[in-house]
Nanobody
Framework: QVQLAESGGGLVQAGGSLRLSCAAE????????VGWIRQARGIEREFVAV????????KYADSVKGRFIISRDNVKNMVFLQMNSLKPEDTAAYYC????????????????????WGQGTQVTVSS
C-alpha cells in the first residue's frame, strides 16, 4: 500500500513557476513509478509526466515538454514537479499517482490502470 499526498499548488500569474510535491507513505516506495496527472474543470484527466522507480526513465506530455521537470528523492519518499513558464491552460487539479508498471502512464492512460492516487492540489494560472 502507498499513500500519496500532494502539496504546492496555488495561484500564479502566467509566465510564473510553481513546484508541486508528492509525499509518499508506505513500504517500498522506490519500487513504484510515479506520475502527475491533471484535470481541468469539465475535461477528462490528462497525463502530464512520469518518472520511473529509480529515476532513470522519464516521460512528458508534449504540452509540458521543455517547461515542466519531474524528479524524485527516494530517500525522502518524495516526487516533485517543477512547473515553469506556466500558461492559463495549465490551470487544473494536479494528482500524483503511483504504479509498479511504467507503461500504464502516458497520453492514453486509464484511471483504472493506476493503483494509487493522491487527493490532488489545485493550480490556477491567471492571464
Amino acid at each position: 500500500q502507498v499513500q500519496l499526498a500532494e502539496s504546492g499548488g496555488g495561484l500564479v500569474q502566467a509566465g510564473g513557476s510553481l513546484r508541486l510535491s508528492c509525499a509518499a507513505e508506505g513500504r517500498s516506495f522506490n519500487r513504484y513509478n510515479v506520475g502527475w496527472i491533471r484535470q481541468a474543470r469539465g475535461i477528462e484527466r490528462e497525463f502530464v509526466a512520469v518518472i520511473g522507480d529509480t529515476g532513470g526513465q522519464i516521460k512528458y506530455a508534449d504540452s509540458v515538454k521543455g517547461r515542466f521537470i519531474i524528479s524524485r528523492d527516494n530517500v525522502k519518499n518524495m516526487v516533485f514537479l517543477q512547473m515553469n513558464s506556466l500558461k492559463p491552460e495549465d490551470t487544473a487539479a494536479y494528482y500524483c499517482a503511483a504504479d509498479s508498471n511504467f507503461g500504464v502512464f502516458g497520453p492514453a492512460f486509464r484511471v483504472s490502470d493506476i493503483d494509487y492516487w493522491g487527493q490532488g492540489t489545485q493550480v490556477t494560472v491567471s492571464s
